[in-house]
């Protein structure tokens, strides 16, 4: 289990929801197809059951325009992998990374050959793969922890329209390098239709990660790396069985954020796509005030009664906030 779930207390949160019924879209570089357990072989490894995983394509690897050469669902470079580990690999028993919501389903695209969007058919892809997740009725959270420095039409307009359809959509506020992280938040976590997220590290001021993007745009921070060690990153599962890697900033903050969703929308299945970011909100240390500073995301579990009534809530402020997941009503 990674080292940042116990600064959010995930696992005593799993004593009361693990993501069950909840179906989660990715859209990044794919899965990995020789990572066993984020594939339909091994999805449902050690305490993971009844679950599925599903693996989609809509990327083309060309540089003409007209091609139609579509490039399989499968990750090539690792970092769709590591997202989907981090969002929902299975509470496995061969002591690899687990995911936050371990119990929920994967609908994986491969709609980008890297984080970056700036080709014609990354960006074709990426809007294929947000109409695709839109229409489906099964599907609640999207993840997106990938982005380009200014806004793209048909991937705007996409979001818009998986927005239309009641979608949670979560975008990574930026990753770069500590010269460029002071360009602000990249898109489309810039768009209202969206909730971005960044990453701090663990130190007591809870200071923007050395790599991670931050501005007023961002909704929700998660902790990702070690205050004076910033090689320190929560444990991914590798390309390939056996391997695991280690990697943070705003991508993996994006997809914890995600899991946490999943848990809190599989304790209330009934619940709107409001009442689930309302509840982070409205609970929120700082809400409805915005704060100028960032402000790490810390997710805590709290017995809020002493008899049946128990509450998964989410502590976070308005812009920057700290998040604290409670017990879930029984």
């Known amino acids: 289990m990674s080292w940042h779930f116990n600064e959010h207390n995930i696992q005593s949160a799993w004593n009361f929801s693990t993501g069950s ?4 879209g990715l859209i990044d570089t794919g899965v990995s197809k020789t990572q ?13 059951s009844g679950r599925f995983v599903q693996k989609y ?3 083309i690897d060309s540089n003409w325009w007209w091609s139609s050469n579509y490039d399989g669902p499968h990750d090539k470079c690792g970092h769709g992998t590591a997202m989907g580990s981090t969002m929902a690999s299975p509470r496995n028993d061969n002591g690899m990374p687990v995911g936050v919501a371990y119990n929920a389903n994967l ?10 969007l700036n080709d014609y058919h990354e960006r074709k ?13 099964d599907v609640k959270i999207i993840s997106m922890s990938i982005g380009y420095v200014w806004s793209i039409g048909n991937i705007k307009d996409a979001v818009k329209y998986a927005y239309s359809k009641d979608k949670l959509i979560f975008a990574a506020g930026g990753t770069s390098t500590s010269f460029t992280n002071g360009f602000g938040v990249i898109f489309p976590a810039t768009m ?6 960044t990453g701090v590290n663990d130190g007591s001021n809870y200071e923007r990660c050395e790599t991670c993007h931050s501005g007023n745009k961002i909704d929700f921070t998660i902790i990702m790396e070690g205050d004076n060690t910033t090689s320190k990153a929560p444990p991914v599962l590798g390309f390939n069985d056996g391997q695991r890697r280690y990697t943070g900033g705003s991508s993996v903050a994006t997809a914890t954020t995600a899991g946490i969703a999943a848990l809190i929308w599989s304790r209330y299945p009934s619940w709107s796509r409001t009442q689930v970011l309302n509840r982070l909100k409205q609970s929120a240390e700082f809400y409805p005030n915005k704060i100028a500073v960032l402000v790490m995301v810390i997710l805590m579990l709290y017995k809020l009664c002493s ?10 402020s308005l812009v920057i906030m700290r998040l604290f997941l409670y017990k879930t009503l029984c």
């Open 192 to 197: 209202s239709e969206t909730v971005a997220v």
């Open 36 to 48: 066993s357990l984020l594939n339909s072989v091994g999805i449902n490894d050690g305490y993971s």
């Open 21 to 24: 019924g909840v179906t989660i």
């Open 125 to 137: 892809g990426v809007s294929q793969a947000l109409t695709d997740l839109g229409n489906r009725s």
């Open 107 to 116: 609908v994986a695209y491969r709609a980008t050959e890297d984080v970056l």
């Open 57 to 59: 394509g809509t990327f």
């Open 307 to 316: 008899n049946q009534n128990c509450l998964i809530k989410a502590k976070a």
